[in-house]
């Protein structure tokens, strides 16, 4: 069985980042898929120290909430991080999450696992799909050195209003399909 992680990196429990996370997991869970949802917001990650003894070891020694996570990507063939765009980029709490997964490579930037997929999930205000690309971009570029490559990304542009995803059906439908798909 297939195994899928999530992350909402989003204070919004049912805003537009979080509906369509949950739907490429209703669509991975209906492929036979066992998930996983984390809500950053509910989580204890403390700031990288940059002691470096996770890129010897492959585990983190802080001691929060970031071991069980890590675990589960570790253990995922799957992983799908959404986030809204705050000033250009993802929200502070899917940045720490990331500052913190230097354990997925080595010493000498090595992979220590295996290539796992990877579904991107955006929300923004902004109603041009284009504004951000160029951050998008560059996180696809950072999370591939981690050896998650992005296999679908899905952008809710627009979005001010909390349930613009839950009313955009065809997003939806992209969503779910994504999730089927991994």
């Excluded at 297939?2 to 209703?26: C, D, H, Q, W, Y």
């Amino acid at each position: 069985m297939k195994k899928v992680v999530a992350f909402i990196g989003s204070p919004r429990k049912n805003g537009n980042t979080a509906t369509l996370v949950k739907e490429v997991m209703r669509g991975a869970q209906d492929a036979g898929a066992d998930t996983t949802i984390f809500n950053l917001y509910d989580m204890n990650i403390k700031p990288c120290q940059g002691c470096l003894v996770c890129r010897k070891t492959g585990y983190c020694t802080m001691q929060d909430d970031l071991q069980n996570m890590f675990q589960q990507i570790v253990e995922a063939d799957a992983v799908v991080f959404g986030s809204p765009v705050y000033v250009w980029q993802v929200t502070a709490q899917m940045k720490l999450l990331w500052d913190r997964l230097c354990g997925l490579f080595d010493e000498n930037f090595q992979p220590r696992y295996a290539v796992k997929s990877l579904i991107m999930i955006y929300s923004q205000g902004n109603p041009d799909p284009q504004a951000f690309q160029i951050s998008f971009q560059t996180n696809e570029a950072v999370l591939k050195m981690l050896n998650l490559q992005v296999v679908d990304t899905l952008l809710q542009a627009g979005g001010t209003d909390p349930r613009t995803a839950a009313n955009n059906k065809e997003l939806l439908l992209q969503a779910y399909e994504a999730g089927k798909a991994v």
